[in-house]
């Protein structure tokens, strides 16, 4: 018999290039992880990484453009979620992002979008040509319950 | 301005402007671009100087709505005002700090504390 234990979830879709539909398929990968039982500040973290992924690929890979589209893969299953996402742009190199801490970055009001991607995921990769981004995420262990409190004598 | 178009309610304690955002998520560029412009005419239509930024519905924001902030310390400083963020819940408490932005806004914790000795 198979248990939730056993569920992988998968899909691939294509997506026009605006972020209302960005949200629609945002919204269908957090309702996997929330049967899928992720806990919360793990679908907080994909979360904000797969807003910052959609919005890199719609607004800077394909720089708005309503003739180009957005491929996105999801795999999710007990242990880990595999996002793919992929744009028509050009592409870039990562490293040459400036890093966003430096001081005399800190007031520039974009450029963040990596790191937090960074921050909260266990992994994100590139491909060579820089247009598509896998984010992984290993599920977190559980919180611990707080103790109860003893009761006083 | 409908009303669901209001992303901000706004309150005046004591001389102080406190914004709290409507939204519990913060995310989407044209959103956060209504959100972006409604923070900005508190200062440049409504000349506001003392302004504090409530969170306390905000359950996720991303890196364009902390442009948006930036770019409205800015304004308000320029103008020779205050802000003052406050009741920002620990995950995203989190986004600041990973962005070092912790050290470029003032963030307190309750709102009570943010509106007193502006």
Redesign the interface.
Known sequence: MSTIEDAIREFEVVIPNNTSAGQTVQERIIQLLEELRFEERDVFGIRLALEEALVNAIKHGNQMNPDKTVRISCRAAMERVRIEIEDQGEGFIPADVPDPTADENIERPCGRGIMLMRAFMTSITFNATGNCVILEKQRSEPEPESEPQAESA | MTPGNRKLDIEEVNGVTVARFTDKKI????NIQIIGNQLFSLVDDDHRQKIVLDFTNV??L???A???L??MD?KVKAAGGKLRLCAIRS?IKE?FK????D??FQIIDSRDKAVEGF
Do not use: F, H, M
Not at chain 2, 27 to 30: A, H, I, M, Q
Not at chain 2, 98 to 101: K, P
């Open positions: 995310l989407d560029e044209s359950e996720y991303s890196s364009a902390l442009g948006k930036i770019t800015k995950d986004v990973i962005t070092r932005l050290k470029l």
